[in-house]
């Protein structure tokens, strides 16, 4: 080879290695799904560890979870009641091995100790498991036998362990239940689906968010009373969401919503504000395939593709376009579910504390409160409009946010 030639070589694989470096440089705000593939994504606030990054920063733009590759989670499920206090748990695809991380004072992550964790750890002490959920600050998980698990903070009993006033950090079973397929947890209170469509509530009840008529704590489960055989449950902070199983013969299209607990903000759908400690109907719903509670505000996805909306509204979460909304303006909080026309036709929807996130046409959009970078568009403003921060590919299945904390999730 001349000279020349080897010169000319050279010079080419100088250029492949420049533009492979280019390529590994991580791009700003709106990040694009291959820059962070595989791993599971995260932003918003992360004082407390709860991003699993291994760092105790908040972060407004998407960042990857440390040890999580998208297809090796099933569910990711984030507790917590303010961004202070938020942790998060994930639960494998294959294997049912559960993880977490975060905030950990009342040993909500299960792993014996009371020290925050950066990174993901693994949940010691589980059998196989199906569903998990996190709430205030403890958590629940089912085993594939339908036998609930519980760890974390029992002050009200939410542990279901008929004690109170206390903590455990290693899971324990929760005795009268058998045949559980889902479960889910608010901030102070816990919920249980039943293979025969009953629902099973406790620990705090002062907002009558055990739905048994009363409002006092419970530290073993109740039945729920009042409800027709249920398909599906979701806790927000203080109230309860249940959708109501099909008629049978009549396939999908008879669900709808009924809803018990706090109501100060319309939470429960039923055009008041009072709190019902029994379940109450949520209004104008039907035909509903899906229902995801936040802390205050909820949504509820129709067979047709529609999404409604309904609760706390201050920063835009039901993306209501008819006020002026600026930085001396609030919103209405609605009492009684609105159609959310900028919603229709998405994938995967999830309710955090003040802000909403969803899986729309290959994008990840976020809306409402962010200030702790929970939209993930690399500042800190509020927005009431839809925002496109990242795009999505075949390997991004679900989106989730925090209960009471603001972080954002996808996997």
């Known amino acids: 080879m001349s000279p020349l030639a080897r010169r000319t070589v050279l010079v080419r694989l100088m250029a492949v290695?420049?533009?492979?470096?280019?390529?590994?440089?991580?791009?700003t705000t709106p990040a694009t799904a291959d820059e962070i593939q595989p791993t599971v994504t995260s932003w918003g606030a992360g004082i407390v560890g709860q991003l699993g990054n291994g760092t105790m920063t908040d972060s407004s733009t998407p960042t990857a979870v440390t040890y999580l590759l998208r297809g090796d989670v099933k569910k990711i499920s984030a507790g917590g009641t303010?961004?202070?206090?938020?942790?998060?748990?994930?639960?494998?695809s294959s294997g049912g091995t559960v993880r977490s991380w975060g905030h950990n004072a009342s040993g909500q992550l299960g792993n014996s100790t009371h020290a925050a964790q950066k990174v993901p750890v693994k949940v010691p002490g589980l059998p196989p498991v199906e569903d998990i959920a996190a709430g205030g600050a403890h958590a629940l998980a089912v085993d594939k036998h339908g036998q609930v698990y519980s760890w974390g903070d029992n002050a009200y009993g939410q542990l279901g362990n008929n004690r109170t006033g206390d903590s455990r950090s290693i899971p324990a079973r929760v005795q009268g239940m058998p045949d559980v397929k889902q479960i889910a947890a608010g901030c102070d209170f816990s919920l249980a689906l039943l293979g025969n469509g009953q629902v099973y509530a406790w620990g705090r009840g002062i907002h009558g968010q055990l739905g048994n008529g009363s409002r006092a704590t419970s530290s073993v489960p109740r039945l729920v009373k009042g409800l027709p055989k249920v398909s599906k449950i979701d806790a927000g902070c203080h109230h309860a969401l249940a959708m109501t199983a099909a008629e049978e013969g009549e396939g999908a299209g008879k669900s709808v919503v009924m809803a018990?607990?706090?109501?100060?903000?319309?939470q429960l759908g039923n055009s008041s504000t009072a709190s019902s400690a029994t379940p109450v109907d949520v209004d104008w719903l039907a035909e509903v395939v899906d229902i995801e509670a936040g802390a205050w505000?909820?949504?509820?996805?129709?067979?047709?593709?529609?999404?409604?909306?309904?609760?706390?509204?201050?920063?835009?979460?039901?993306?209501?376009?008819?006020?002026?909304?600026?930085?001396?303006v609030y919103r209405t909080n609605r009492t009684a579910p609105i159609e959310i026309p900028q919603l229709r036709g998405l994938t995967k929807l999830a309710a955090g504390a003040h802000h909403g996130v969803a899986l729309k046409d290959d994008y990840v959009y976020t809306w409402g409160q962010n200030a702790d970078g929970q939209l993930g568009n690399g500042n800190t403003t509020d927005s009431h409009t839809m925002l496109k921060v990242l795009s999505s590919d075949s390997s991004t299945t679900d989106v989730t946010a925090s209960l009471g904390g603001n972080s954002t999730y996808v996997h």
């Open 17 to 27: 290695v420049a533009t492979t470096a280019a390529l590994a440089i991580p791009a």
């Open 82 to 92: 303010s961004a202070e206090n938020s942790f998060a748990l994930a639960l494998a």
């Open 260 to 266: 018990w607990g706090y109501n100060i903000y319309g």
């Open 297 to 328: 505000h909820n949504y509820a996805r129709l067979s047709g593709g529609a999404v409604w909306g309904w609760g706390h509204n201050q920063y835009g979460q039901l993306l209501d376009e008819d006020e002026v909304f600026d930085g001396e």
